[in-house]
């Protein structure tokens, strides 16, 4: 019997993360539910946030250094092999980075190799309707795609609109004059629903066509964070960068024996221009995550993790030494 699968996709500060884990507690009892996560940044936080459902059934893998349908694929076929084989669930959920290309993932998992094993349902494409106001957003060919390949737009975040946002997100919707438009959803409370997982893929490789001439992030100079080699110099952290044509990633690893003060951190990161910013620290709060994407500081108590790491997502220019003097002072041990 094949898998069920969904891809959920979103643009950079959509609230993907924040989704997904609802719609993990909303898992049925007895099912084994498999989630893969690419990240564009090089240390992997979403994986940690991803796995504190507390349901032994869901089993989680990352992928980290941006679009892992990059490099023909090779980092894609590898996780997702690896998944299947030791989670064999009966719903699989995949997350893209916020800057990957989800038409090359909907290639991948519809091809020959995959064809019997997995079961293609809805594409979610996730967007803040505040954003469609945005020109950096609506004519970024990311996001085009996004929506190009969405089953279901998901307006995010909907507890924060002040106006007619979700009439301006019909309207740039129709605007597009897609071949098979998506549908439209949204809620009261701005979660995502398990059901609207159900609905139907109607994926089309002919549909609205999108060249591939555009690259979110460069392999060159990429630091990749192997939890197999990773090892800390003397002064107890490790920094990690990765240069794309519009966006950076900046990250970085601080040894457990560090931790945080959560009122330096949350001021730190709701003061910096950035896109998004993720964290799993070690605080004098016990340990958190935060989530930053202009929309003040998100917080979630986390279990026991073994080392502190920030991913911060800007555009070209970013202040890090500035950042990174900001972390340091923050540390209460």
């Avoid at 916020?98 to 519809?110: K, M, Q, S």
């Avoid at 701005?190 to 609207?196: A, I, Q």
């Avoid at 601080?254 to 605080?283: N, Y």
Wanted: net charge negative.
């Amino acid at each position: 019997m094949s898998v069920k699968t969904n891809i959920i996709t979103g643009f950079l500060g959509a609230g993907k993360s924040t989704n997904i884990l609802n719609v993990l507690s909303q898992k049925p009892e007895k099912e084994r539910w498999a989630l893969l996560v690419n990240e564009f940044g090089e240390v992997g936080i979403d994986g940690a946030m991803l796995s504190q459902s507390g349901s032994p059934d869901i089993f989680v893998r990352e992928v980290p250094g941006g679009c892992m349908c990059c490099s023909s694929g090779i980092p894609l076929h590898m996780a997702l092999n690896m998944l299947l084989a030791r989670a064999k669930p009966d719903r699989l959920i995949i997350e893209p980075s916020g800057l990957g290309h989800p038409r090359e993932l909907i290639e991948a998992l519809t091809d020959q190799h995959y064809s019997s094993l997995l079961s293609l349902g809805a594409t979610i494409t996730l967007i803040d309707a505040r954003k469609i106001s945005d020109s950096s957003y609506t004519k970024n060919p990311i996001f085009k795609q996004q929506v190009e390949v969405a089953d279901v737009v998901f307006a995010s975040k909907s507890d924060l609109y002040e106006g007619n946002e979700i009439d301006q997100l019909k309207k740039y919707l129709d605007s597009l004059r897609l071949v098979r438009p998506p549908r439209i959803l949204g809620a009261p409370s701005s979660r995502l629903s398990l059901e609207w997982l159900e609905e139907i893929s109607r994926y089309n490789p002919t549909d609205n066509p999108v060249t591939h001439e555009f690259d979110s992030f460069s392999e060159k100079g990429v630091e990749h964070a192997e939890e197999e080699t990773k090892t800390f110099p003397a002064e107890g952290f490790l920094r990690f960068k990765n240069l794309g044509k519009e966006f950076e990633s900046y990250g970085w690893i601080f040894r457990s024996s560090f931790v945080f003060d959560d009122r330096l951190i949350a001021s730190l990161f709701g003061s910096a221009s950035a896109e998004r910013i993720k964290a799993t620290l070690r605080t004098n709060n016990g340990s958190q995550a935060y989530n930053f994407s202009g929309d003040g500081v998100d917080r979630l108590s986390l279990k026991n993790i073994k080392d502190s790491r920030i991913e911060v997502i800007a555009k070209s220019g970013f202040p890090d030494q500035t950042f990174e003097e900001g972390l340091l002072h923050a540390i209460c041990v």
